[in-house]
């Protein structure tokens, strides 16, 4: 026996002693350079990607088999393009664990690492061949690292898909002993730079974690992660993640402990502050405890600030069912003179199975004070029913809120959380508007027009949903029994139908927004049995048009300004009013007036006065409007006294006027000015409307309106009652003629005795120049005497 144990001890002596003789001539013969070709053509031929081993390799055998490669460059498939390198990277592993088919691998050192993906528009990428699996599956291997240990690495990502880059520099990573479904030590720190949304920060990450995606375990015991730098618009940003988690998610297990979260730092001027505590959670099996959990914001922006703490109290059942005693929250807030406070609780149910939480009864009361409010507060309660579903991503809400004497009542549901769609259907008792916005005392910014219009918030909009409200006013537009319904979607909204009672007619119309690219929007609105005046009072606090009748408005127009939008008009419109008025001129009362010694040749050119109308019993007109110019050509308004056609221009974008109406005096006379008018039956007296929106200007050609008296009555009173008067016109007084033709006489002026010749000092001194001479010397001129 002693002898076979000795034989045996000599027997591996000897095999020691050959493998030691084999591994020292291997080391002293073997050059695993001269193998560098046989390496690339393997990689070229299986991956289809050129391997540069540009530094020597140096390997060890013993006590442990390893290899220190010097610079290495690999490339895309299929492309000399650069697709990653290494400066320098040395890994070496046990020999004797490999005979059991474990991988015992000493600390892996890789510098100086720099790779670039990328993600291309089809959603492939360029490494998608070295994540594919062998032909030939080979058994599984344990392994075990004693450590790794990545300096100066930097890894950039191109997404082509959402036309953005990722960039990781200064890379350090260093870690403990990674084994298998084995909690591991990780240190690591790196910069990450992106472009949308933009982001320059400092990361670092330290703890103890466990990753088995086999079992679906995973575990971050002493987290200490921290943020610091700018993401997107948050300026000096300093976020912070600490405590424990253990996580089985398919078996529904959660342990947390001590977990704290924090965000601090600068956006748009203002500090802000969020914070979360959740100290104890336990979910098993049959079991869920939790103490109370805590989240508190605020932020500061000079004097304004916002406060705002939520709290959920301690929560026990099952998975299948948990609850608490309530949730609760408070609002602080100050802007300027404006003060907001409120409070709000419910009890909490839920099913963490299935994901579902509810809050039964969510009641709260909300209390404002501001002296811009009409009666320097504002009172506000609700009460709602808040329903969640998280796995199938919809939250449900039925609402009722009360707001002074605002009543709302209805429901609200969100569907899709990475793409939300909005539902909602609410009723409003009555709504005004105007008492809730904050009136400015600054002048109007006369550049607002040509800021651009911000719709991004519609491109990604998607809501489905009805309005209706009893009683609105908006813009000091008052109307009743608004319905409307509104679909958006990703860009474009409409609002179809839009209908409401106002100013004792009714409306029905639409809206359609695209906001996809340059803003475009068509509108078509038709009302009907309008009263016209408390309407344009109300809505531009002028009353220049009365009457009761309908207005349509099919336009349509684009641009990313105000000014652009009007710039663009087209479309058209038509009015059609009874029983109204005009104000800035009475048409009838100057015609009636022509008669007083042609006074009116001193007012040709007027200046709109509102306490002046004209009258009339019907007016119709249509606009094609073009480019912000409408354009009429039909106008028709009839009154007792005359008939107005026009034609003319308006000019939307830039509110001005330039009109020719044209009034022609009908034989309806009697009891509208006497028979001494019948004169002017059958003339046209042109107006010229011009000037602005707020102050347009009014034109008469009376002297066109002369001529074309005499014109008649040259026609009509030849060897009649006027053929005096008629053959002044042709060889005698000729201003006297047609004075008299409209009724004014001729006062043939007292003569007065000849004076001696030459008696200079007797002459009277010539009379100054009277209205009267201008006109004679005007008619003069008119009609070529």
Not at 644 to 661: C, E, F, H
Request: proline share 4%.
């Amino acid at each position: 026996m002693k002898k076979t144990l000795k034989y045996i001890a000599f027997g591996l002596l000897g095999i020691f002693a050959l493998m030691l003789v084999v591994v020292v001539c291997v080391a002293a013969t073997f050059n695993p350079n001269d193998y560098k070709s046989l390496i690339v053509k393997l990689v070229q031929e299986k991956k289809q990607r050129t391997l540069d081993l540009e530094g020597d390799i140096k390997l060890t055998f013993w006590p442990k088999l390893g290899a220190d490669l010097g610079k290495v460059k690999l490339s895309e498939h299929n492309s000399a393009r650069e697709f990653a390198s290494i400066d320098n990277a040395k890994v070496s592993l046990a020999v004797l664990p490999l005979l059991k088919k474990e991988l015992v691998v000493d600390t892996v050192y890789i510098d100086g690492l720099n790779v670039t993906a990328i993600r291309h528009k089809d959603g492939s990428t360029n490494f998608d061949d070295l994540m594919s699996k062998d032909e030939e599956a080979s058994e599984q291997i344990k392994f075990d690292i004693d450590g790794v240990n990545v300096t100066n690495t930097k890894v950039r990502f191109i997404d082509e898909m959402q036309d953005t880059v990722y960039m990781v520099n200064q890379l350090t990573l260093k870690t403990g002993h990674v084994a298998l479904a084995t909690p591991f030590e990780v240190n690591t720190s790196f910069e990450l730079l992106t472009q949308k949304p933009k982001v320059n920060a400092k990361i670092n990450v330290s703890g103890n974690f466990m990753a088995d995606v086999e079992h679906q375990h995973f575990v971050a015991k002493k987290l200490d992660a921290s943020i610091n730098g700018a993401i997107a618009s948050l300026k000096n940003a300093n976020i912070t993640l600490a405590g424990d988690i253990d996580a089985k998610p398919e078996n529904m297990k959660l342990l947390v402990d001590g977990l704290k979260f924090a965000i601090n730092g600068d956006q748009e001027g203002a500090k802000i502050a969020l914070n979360l505590s959740a100290p104890k959670l336990t979910v098993q099996k049959n079991v869920v405890t939790g103490k109370q959990a805590d989240v508190s914001f605020s932020q500061e922006k000079g004097n304004d600030t916002i406060n705002a703490k939520l709290s959920l109290a301690d929560v026990k059942g099952s998975p299948q069912s948990v609850q608490s005693s309530g949730v609760t929250g408070e609002l602080s807030a100050k802007q300027g003179a404006r003060e907001v406070e409120g409070k709000f609780s419910s009890p909490f149910t839920g099913n963490i199975e299935k994901l579902i939480f509810d809050l039964p009864k969510l009641a709260g009361k909300l209390n404002i004070t501001d002296p811009a409010l009409p009666k320097g507060a504002m009172q506000g309660a609700f009460n709602l029913k808040l329903h969640s579903d998280l796995k199938q991503e919809k939250i449900n809400t039925d609402l009722a809120i009360d707001v002074d004497d605002l009543h709302i009542k209805g429901n609200v549901g969100i569907a899709s959380f990475s793409n939300p769609t909005f539902q909602f259907n609410l009723d409003l008792n009555k709504l005004d508007a105007d008492k809730y916005m904050t009136k400015s005392d600054k002048p109007a910014d006369t550049k607002s027009a040509d800021t651009p219009i911000d719709l991004s918030a519609l491109k990604k909009l998607n809501a489905e949903g009805s309005l209706h409200i009893g009683d609105l006013k908006v813009a000091n537009i008052k109307t009743n029994d608004v319905n409307l319904k509104l679909n958006a979607n990703q860009g474009i909204v409409e609002l179809a139908p839009f209908s409401a009672n106002l100013y004792q007619g009714k409306m029905n119309g639409s809206l359609k927004v695209d906001a996809r690219n340059t803003p475009n929007i068509a509108f078509k609105q038709n009302m009907s049995n309008i009263t016209i005046g408390p309407l344009l009072m109300d809505a531009i606090n002028n009353d220049m048009l009365s009457g009761k009748g309908t207005l349509n408005v099919d336009i349509t127009t684009q641009g990313n300004t105000v000014n652009a939008l009007k710039k663009a008009l087209n479309g058209t419109a038509s009015i059609n009013l009874a029983d109204g008025a005009f104000k800035g001129i009475d048409v009838a009362g100057t015609i009636r007036g022509v008669k007083d010694k042609l006074n009116f040749m001193k007012q040709s050119n007027v200046t709109g006065d509102k306490s002046k109308k004209t009258d009339f019993a019907e007016m119709s007109a249509s606009f094609n409007i073009k480019n912000g110019v409408a354009h009429n050509e039909d106008l028709t308004i009839k009154a007792p006294l005359f008939r107005i056609g026009g034609d003319g221009d308006v000019d939307i974008a830039n509110q001005t006027i330039n009109y020719n109406a044209k009034p022609t005096v009908v034989n309806s006379l009697k009891g509208q000015g006497g028979s001494d008018l019948g004169i002017l039956n059958g003339l046209t007296i042109p107006i010229k409307v011009t000037g602005t929106f707020a102050k347009p200007n009014y034109a008469l050609d009376f002297s066109g309106l002369a001529a074309g008296i005499a014109k008649n009555k040259l026609l009509e009173n030849v060897g009649g009652a006027k053929g005096d008067a008629v053959k002044g016109l042709i060889s005698g007084n000729k201003v006297d003629a047609i004075k008299s033709l409209i009724g004014g006489g001729n006062k043939t002026a007292p003569t007065q005795e000849a004076l001696p010749a030459g008696d200079t000092a007797a002459q009277p001194p010539a009379p100054p120049s009277t209205p009267e001479d201008k006109v004679k010397k005007k008619l003069n001129k008119l009609l070529g005497f």
